[in-house]
């Protein structure tokens, strides 16, 4: 059974950096889909960022694309959200997802993943 715990997170002001984590313990085999997701006040959740472990490609969404990056440390089954140049449209509780699977594919539904972080909030004033 896989589960995710999230860290990192926090208030800060506009312009800064945050990491935000996800350990997951489980098996996660190569192929399979990590994403972060972030829900606002009222809003649906988006997706932010995907990755296909064991080296498969990163996708974004356009509105975090070139301040965002995904990445994974595999021998730690860790999950990493580095987060630049926040802006406050950023504020949102953001969620680390899985797909275990062998389909080197990721998909941007949120009703497509089982296991989910706790959610961590990340507020940026401006």
């Known amino acids: 059974q896989v589960q995710l715990v999230q860290s990192g997170g926090g208030s800060v002001q506009a312009g800064v950096s945050l990491r935000l984590s996800c350990a997951a313990s489980?098996?996660?085999?190569?192929?399979?889909?990590m994403v972060w997701f972030r829900q606002a006040p009222g809003q649906e959740r988006e997706g932010v960022a995907t990755l296909v472990t064991g080296g498969g490609n990163a996708d974004y969404a356009v509105s975090v694309k070139g301040r965002f990056t995904i990445s994974r440390d595999g021998a730690e089954n860790t999950l990493y959200l580095q987060m630049d140049s926040l802006k406050p449209e950023d504020t949102a509780i953001y969620y680390c997802?899985?797909?275990?699977?062998?389909?080197?594919?990721?998909?941007?539904?949120?009703?497509?993943?089982?296991?989910w972080g706790q959610g961590t909030q990340v507020t940026v004033s401006s």
């Open positions: 489980g098996y996660i085999p190569s192929g399979s889909c």
């Open positions: 997802a899985a797909r275990v699977s062998f389909l080197y594919h990721c998909y941007w539904s949120s009703s497509e993943y089982r296991h």
